[in-house]
Structures are given as structure tokens and as C-alpha cells.
């Protein structure tokens, strides 16, 4: 069974700065592409960031170009996302997810194991 843990999440101002990881056991996740997703309250989950895992391409929505980077480290099987200058609308809980390909997508469908998510609220 595939497991995945985040942490990292809690509570900063607007403009501040949290990163987030994603751990795994029982599996390398440097085989696999890995993304990140947010679902606020009352909303459809979307797709934040991604990571391929051949060429480490990545991918991010519009809302967080620029604000958001996504990053590997194998040696500590650990996959990033750094978030900076937060507005309130980051405020979700956020999963992050392995892909059953390399190849990574922004779209949920192509993610087959998830983590339980970590809460992010950005609030003055």
C-alpha cells in the first residue's frame, strides 16, 4: 500500500511563507510524477502543482505561477512546495498525490494514491 504524508500546513499572514512536503513509504517517489492539490470549503478540488519524474518538467495553475515552486528530494524521498506571498484564497487543505505514470498533469484523474492533507490558512 502506497502511503503518502504531508506536513507543513498552519496558519501565516498575506505575504508570508509555508512549505509544504510530501513523504513517502513503501514506494521511491522519484519513479513516479507527484502533484499537489488544494480543495477550500463549499469548492472542487484543483490541481496546484506537479512534477514529472524523468525529466523533473514542472507544471503549476495560473493562480500560483510565480508564487508557488514545486521540487524533488530523492535522497530524503520527499517532494516540495514552497509557497510564497500567500493570499487568503491559498486558504485549503492540501493533498499531494502519486501519479501511476511519469508523466505529471494537473488533473486529479491521474492520480492514483493520496495523502490524508494539511490544512493551510492564510489569515491576518
Known amino acids: 500500500q502506497v502511503q503518502l504524508v504531508e506536513s507543513g500546513g498552519g496558519l501565516v499572514q498575506p505575504g508570508g511563507s509555508l512549505r509544504l512536503s510530501c513523504a513517502a513509504s513503501k514506494f521511491t517517489l522519484d519513479y513516479y510524477a507527484i502533484g499537489w492539490f488544494r480543495q477550500a470549503p463549499g469548492k472542487e478540488r484543483e490541481g496546484v502543482s506537479s512534477i514529472s519524474s524523468r525529466n523533473n518538467r514542472t507544471y503549476y495553475a495560473d493562480s500560483v505561477k510565480g508564487r508557488f515552486t514545486i521540487s524533488r528530494d530523492n535522497a530524503e524521498n520527499t517532494v516540495y512546495l514552497q509557497m510564497n506571498r500567500l493570499k487568503p484564497e491559498d486558504t485549503a487543505v492540501y493533498y499531494c498525490?502519486?501519479?501511476?505514470?511519469?508523466?505529471?498533469?494537473?488533473?486529479?484523474?491521474?492520480?492514483?494514491?493520496w495523502g490524508q492533507g494539511t490544512q493551510v490558512t492564510v489569515s491576518s
Open positions: 498525490a502519486a501519479a501511476l505514470e511519469w508523466r505529471a498533469t494537473l488533473r486529479s484523474s491521474s492520480y492514483a494514491s
